[in-house]
């Protein structure tokens, strides 16, 4: 189970940096990137974003993608267990 903090900003700071909260979040996802204090994955979790939208925002600001072997292992038994998932839920006739 995946739990998660909140960390309070004042109004004032989002207002005076004309985005939302979401764009500081993700602002913030690809920064800890940058700095090599999350990998990819947690990067891209962190944003709310798919790999492909998180590598084409990286690519758009010259930040080259250090995908690690580990990160390619974890995304790869990520798409394994959705994929027999689905085979699961197709079987069984079973949808969302």
Avoid at 64 to 75: A, F, G, L, Q, T
């Amino acid at each position: 189970m995946s739990s998660t903090i909140s960390i309070d900003i004042p109004r004032e700071i989002v207002h005076a940096t004309r985005t939302t909260p979401e764009d500081l979040r993700r602002e913030l996802a690809v920064h800890l990137f940058q700095q090599g204090k999350l990998s990819f994955g947690k990067a891209r979790e962190m944003a709310g974003m798919t790999v492909w939208a998180f590598q084409q925002l990286l690519g758009s600001r010259g930040i080259p993608v250090h995908y690690s072997i580990d990160d390619y292992e974890k995304d790869l038994k990520s798409l394994s267990d959705l994929y027999v998932l689905r085979i699961t839920r197709t079987s069984y006739g079973k949808f969302g």
